[in-house]
Every structure is written in structure tokens, then in C-alpha cells.
């Protein structure tokens, strides 16, 4: 990696650095908070029209990586009269101290308050990052409540895949927005960018009228939600008659166009992952009934492999990273992953370059693969994930990996000089019994009963690690009851005895779980509507920071919130996760359009419960998940017959243009 430069920055400005920094000293990594990163950005603030403040709302070390926010900072600082500048959650230890000295939320690039920027764009990957968010509002000095901000203060915009129901979130984002990122960002700023060369007329309320008319930004004040009785929702309907209906999300057709991120950032403080990451491809289409992610991305849209080389080879030369992840949902099944794994590792062989692809898929193409990129010596872990332990509930989620299946291409990576592989499953499924999570001891059992046979070593070693299961909207399983923490742990007690009753067995078995009561909580939180608010606001209160880190989570703060706001509401913890939805039952994300046909995804539910699967729709005729008409396109893959190599020179490709270093 390149080194950082030693020269000290000018403070911005309207920086906040002359009072931050006498703080850093007493925090723990101090330099997570300094900026100045290979590939950061500092503009002229009073030349630019447009300014944003992105976040990822959680520390440096998670939230530097995150590619969905290098990917919008570049985009937005490629023109010229726009500024964005990134800022993180910070740790309690300094976000006492903040409060103490009058520190607001300040951006790391040039320690600006976030407060003074025209957007603050937040991304959450996972709901976990709720509490976080309404530390870095307070922080900003900007009023927890959307409804008390005026015109001095900032546009709270939600993204990411959280944003698919940013219900819970309600009151405190002006507006929340569907889908990729990469063109919704251009539009909103050129509406932000407008509406200030009129002088701002019909202040905030116009501006959030505006984002609402292009129908792919909900603004949660103008729609009213109505409920029944029994606390069930009646209707979500719009308070004023110029705002969509409904809400759909964006969608990124051609990511050729969308090269990102092309100077990528590199961190100065350790995080978790340092390397030059490109999305091969964006959604999925192999329908695991569980995987939210893989519904709300979809169609299917391939990356070329001649780009993706440029990328490569341009990311790699601007940001001196050793590793280069080649990322998707399911990389395996790029249509042409074959020739780009050969061609970037004849690119690459001989140098320190290392290359890995996330290897879920249950084949032995896989370890073809992992092969093919290990040239240079260098092996990544391999991961694979069957997630149901049984036959059975790998129907029930669609996950078609027979145990024949696995157990062939987990020994063929052993005979192949892996001693070590991981292999992932969830607890808590759909219709899930002991006996389905004890078959997943049995099947550990089984590799390395054949991976001992195979090899005549008993140097072999397989990781069992168990996530757990969270209902998430936009899935067919948005309808189905959460099991309860006390069952889930119950499950995983049961399991580790089985994976340990033959000692010799058990002792090349490692095993890692999280407890259920995380989960339960982020179930809360993933299909809660606007009522949850409140129990957020109440954690929040309570001291509820960084909730996706185990050891700052408190499952009692939670429960108690919820205990303390839900009963005037008539509902409680249980009612938003322990409870099976009807088919009739409006859900909280009705209005937000995925894309995918409701009906369809009551068939998947009810298909799931009788065992049935359904085929990827890549390889077979469509089975009208919908998605495609409603975005009036088609799945985009190759084989497009073009070659990675050679490689064009880098000095050929166009760079961003506008961005001062
Ligand atoms: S509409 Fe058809 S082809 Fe398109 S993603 Fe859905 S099932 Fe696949």
C-alpha cells in the first residue's frame, strides 16, 4: 500500500479540526478520525452548489470499505460544482467527549459539521445500524424529529437495502431512497442544485415535494398510515394529492457506464477489509426464499469482463492494494467468471497480487476457480454455504445443494491441498426442528469422515458457523414467524453436543454461532412499522450504540424499550416477530416497490411450505417473479465472446474529472 503523506493539510474553512484534535489524544485510534486517506477528497466549499455528507453508519474500520459509499463520494465529487464529504459513527468514548466541548458530527475529509451540508446521505446495510444513526443526528446538532428541522438544516436521506423499509426509521429521515444508488444520487442533487439557484422557494416542504414527484423517493410525511383495532395496518395511503402511490426503487441497467469505484479509498487505520473490491454483477436470481438481498437487486445485471479488467487494473495501480475481491451475490455464476478468473490470474502471476472470490456456490467449479486464482501461492479461504443442515429445509429456503453435492466438492478442495474450509448455515428457519439443525452435525461429520478417506490425513479441518435467521420484507418469507431466542439457543446447545459426541470427529470441527437475541431484535426492526420509532428513540435514550457489535448490544435494553413504548400502541415485541402474517395483512413496505409481484411472493411462501423449488430463472424460462416487466428490461448476461486480456493501458481510461486531492 502506498504510504500516507506526512504533509500537513490546510484546515478547511468551516472546519471543526481546531477543536477536534486536542480531543483525539484522549480516544482510543485516534487516526480513524484524521482523513487524508489515498483517494480521499477535500473541494472548495463555497464554489460548490451541492453538498453532501455521506455515512456509513458504523465505525471507520466497517465503514470505510463499504463500497455502496466510495461508489456515491466518487460519483458526486466527479462534478464540478459538487462536494461530498464522508463522516462514521464515532465511539462513545469520543462522542462524550464531543458532547462535552461542543464538538458537532464532523466529516473526516475536511472536519466539517455535517450540520452545514445540504444532504446527509445514510446507507445501513443492516437495521443494526438504526441507533447509530440518531447518535451522529444528535451529534449534528440537527433535531432528532424530521418534523421539528427547518431550513437550516440538512435532507436526511436513507439508502442501502435497510431503506426497503425504512418504516421504523419514519421520523427521523426526510426521505429514503429505493434501489441503486448511482443515478438516484444525480438526480437528487441536480433537484437540490435547482431549487437553491430559485432561491429555495416553498423552503424544505417544496424540496422534499420535489425528491417525492420522481417516485423513487419516499418522504415518509407526506403518507399516513391507518390501523386497525387489533394493531394490524389498515392503509398507507398519501396525505396530499401530488406523491405517488407507491414508491419504486432505482435500477442501474448498464453497469459498464458506472466503472466505480475507480480510486478507491485507502484506509489509514486498520479495517476489515484492504483490498480493491469489484461488483462483477449486480442482483441474483437463484431465489433463496431467505436472501433479501438477492430479491431486492434483482434482474441479474453482468459487469463485461473486458471492464472489469480495466477496473481491476486501474484500482490496483491507483490504490497499491495486494488483494483484489471479485464481488457479487454469487460470483461463480458471472456467465464468463471462467475466462476472468484465468485471464486476471495470467495478468497477475508472478506479482503480489492476490485474488479471491467469495465462494459460496456448492460445486466443484468452485475449487476450479479458487485454483485458477490461487496461482501466485496464495489461498483464500474457501466458504460454502449450504444454510439448511437437512434435506428437507433446504427445500423449504430453496437452496438446492444436495449432501452428495457437498461432501464431493468440500473433499475435492482437500484433495486439492485446502485443509480448511467454512461452511455456513442459519438456525431458526421456517418450519425448522431440532432434528433439521442436528443434521448439520451429522453432515460435518460426514466430510470429515470423506475428507480424511480421500486425503489418508487427518490434518483436515471444517468451520461450522451458524448465523440466524431474520424475516426480512421484499421476501417470501416477509410472512413467516421468528423462532423464539430461548428455542434458537436451545438448538445450537443441541448441535455442539452432537458435533462433539465423537470426540475424534468433533475435535476437527470448529464451531461459531451468534445467540438468537440479536436476531430477534434486528426482526423487530427489519419489518417494524412507524410505531417502532419509538422503541428505537427509547434504546437510543437508554445508551444504545454500535447494536450490531456484541459487545456494546444489550437484548434487555431492547426488550425493555419495547415493553415501554409498544402498549400504547396495542402491540409488543412478540406481535412483530414471534407471529406469522396472513396473506390479506398490509404489510409496512406495501407502498415500496421492489419490483416483485406480491402474489408471486405469497406463491414462493406457500411453495416454500410444501417443499417445493423453484428454479433459477437464468438457465430456465421465467417463472414471473415480475420484476422484469415492472422495470421493463430483461436479466443481462453474457456470454458476450469478448476476452479479458490484454488489457487496455490504464493511461487510456477516462478519470474522474473536477476532484482536487
Ligand atoms: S421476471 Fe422472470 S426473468 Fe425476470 S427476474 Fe423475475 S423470474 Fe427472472
Request: proline letters at 9%.
Given at each position: 500500500m502506498s504510504a500516507p503523506s506526512t504533509t500537513p493539510r490546510p484546515v478547511a474553512a468551516n472546519s471543526v479540526w481546531p477543536r477536534l484534535e486536542p480531543l483525539l489524544p484522549q480516544v482510543t485510534k485516534p487516526i480513524q478520525y484524521v482523513g487524508g486517506e489515498l483517494g480521499a477528497v477535500v473541494k472548495d466549499w463555497d464554489t460548490a452548489t451541492v453538498r453532501w455528507a455521506l455515512m456509513y453508519p458504523d465505525a471507520y474500520e466497517v465503514g470505510l470499505p463499504n463500497q455502496g459509499v466510495q461508489i456515491l463520494y466518487e460519483v458526486l465529487n466527479e462534478l464540478p460544482d459538487v462536494l461530498a464529504e464522508r463522516t462514521y459513527a464515532v465511539w462513545p468514548d469520543l462522542e462524550k467527549l464531543m458532547r462535552a466541548h461542543g464538538?458537532?458530527?464532523?466529516?473526516?475529509?475536511?472536519?466539517?459539521?455535517?450540520?452545514?451540508?445540504d444532504v446527509f446521505g445514510v446507507s445501513f446495510s443492516?437495521?443494526?445500524?438504526y441507533t447509530n444513526l440518531l447518535t451522529a443526528i444528535d451529534l449534528a446538532g440537527i433535531p432528532l424529529l424530521a418534523a421539528d428541522r427547518t431550513d437550516a438544516d440538512p435532507v436526511v436521506v436513507a439508502g442501502g437495502h435497510a431503506a426497503f423499509n425504512p418504516e421504523p426509521i419514519a421520523d427521523f429521515v426526510d426521505a429514503a431512497v429505493l434501489g441503486d444508488g448511482e443515478e438516484a444520487v444525480l438526480e437528487i442533487t441536480a433537484i437540490v442544485r435547482d431549487w437553491k439557484a430559485e432561491g429555495c422557494p416553498g423552503g424544505r416542504d417544496e424540496l422534499l415535494l420535489r425528491l417525492a414527484r420522481t417516485e423513487s423517493v419516499y418522504v415518509p410525511r407526506f403518507y399516513d398510515v391507518d390501523y386497525l383495532p387489533d394493531g394490524r395496518i389498515q392503509r398507507v395511503v398519501p396525505n396530499?394529492?401530488?406523491?405517488?402511490f407507491r414508491v419504486h426503487k432505482r435500477t442501474t441497467m448498464d453497469l459498464d457506464a458506472w466503472p466505480y469505484p475507480k480510486k478507491p479509498l485507502v484506509p489509514l487505520a486498520e479495517t476489515v477489509h484492504e483490498r480493491y473490491a469489484v461488483e462483477i454483477f449486480r442482483g441474483c436470481t437463484r431465489g433463496c426464499r431467505f436472501c433479501q438481498a438477492g430479491m431486492i437487486t434483482r434482474p441479474v445485471r453482468e459487469r463485461s469482463i473486458t471492464t472489469v479488467g480495466q477496473m481491476v487494473q486501474q484500482g490496483l495501480e491507483f490504490s497499491g492494494f495486494h488483494e483484489v475481491g471479485l464481488l457479487s451475490l454469487s460470483s461463480a455464476d458471472h456467465s464468463e467468471i471462467g475466462d476472468m478468473c484465468s485471464g486476471l490470474a495470467q495478468q497477475y502471476e508472478g506479482t503480489n497480487v492476490s485474488l479471491s472470490l467469495p465462494s459460496t456456490r456448492v460445486d466443484a467449479f468452485n475449487i476450479d476457480l479458487a485454483q485458477e486464482l490461487s496461482r501466485n501461492g496464495r489461498r483464500t479461504g474457501l466458504t460454502f454455504a449450504p444454510e439448511g443442515g437437512s434435506e428437507r429445509i433446504r427445500k423449504v429456503i430453496n437452496k438446492m445443494v444436495s449432501e452428495e453435492d457437498l461432501i464431493r466438492t468440500v473433499v475435492t478442495a482437500y484433495t486439492n491441498g485446502w485443509r480448511q474450509v467454512k461452511l455456513y448455515f442459519m438456525c431458526g428457519l421456517p418450519t425448522e426442528t431440532d432434528e433439521d439443525v442436528l443434521q448439520i452435525a451429522r453432515m460435518a461429520h460426514e466430510v470429515i469422515k470423506a475428507g480424511r478417506e480421500a486425503t489418508g490425513s487427518r490434518d483436515i479441518r471444517c468451520t461450522v458457523s451458524i448465523g440466524g435467521f431474520v424475516p426480512k420484507p421484499h421476501t417470501p418469507f416477509q410472512w413467516a414467524a421468528m423462532e423464539r431466542p430461548e428455542v434458537i439457543d436451545g438448538r445450537l446447545k443441541l448441535l455442539k453436543q452432537a458435533i462433539n459426541a465423537d470426540r475424534s470427529l468433533g475435535r476437527a470441527i470448529g464451531f461459531r454461532y451468534h445467540d438468537g437475541e440479536p436476531s430477534l431484535i434486528e426482526g423487530l426492526l427489519s419489518r417494524?412499522?412507524?410505531?417502532v420509532g419509538a422503541v428505537i428513540r427509547k434504546v437510543w435514550e437508554n445508551?444504545?450504540?454500535?447494536?450490531?457489535w456484541s459487545e456494546h448490544f444489550s437484548y434487555q435494553r431492547w426488550v425493555d424499550a419495547a415493553a415501554e413504548a409498544l402498549p400504547a400502541f396495542g402491540v409488543d415485541l412478540d406481535w412483530y416477530t414471534t407471529r406469522e402474517r396472513d396473506e390479506l395483512e398490509v404489510l409496512p413496505w406495501d407502498h415500496l416497490d421492489s419490483g416483485l409481484d406480491k402474489d408471486w411472493l405469497w406463491q414462493d411462501w406457500q411453495d416454500a411450505m410444501s417443499e417445493y423449488e423453484q428454479d433459477d430463472c437464468r438457465w430456465t424460462p421465467c417463472f414471473d417473479c415480475g420484476v422484469c416487466p415492472a422495470m421493463d428490461t430483461e436479466i443481462q448476461i453474457g456470454p458476450t465472446g469478448r476476452k479479458l486480456l490484454p488489457l487496455t493501458p490504464v493511461n487510456g481510461l477516462k478519470l474522474p474529472t473536477g476532484a482536487q486531492q
Open positions: 464538538v458537532p458530527q464532523f466529516t473526516v475529509d475536511a472536519h466539517r459539521s455535517v450540520r452545514d451540508f443492516t437495521e443494526l445500524g396530499r394529492p401530488d406523491v405517488p417494524g412499522d412507524r410505531r445508551g444504545g450504540r454500535f447494536d450490531g
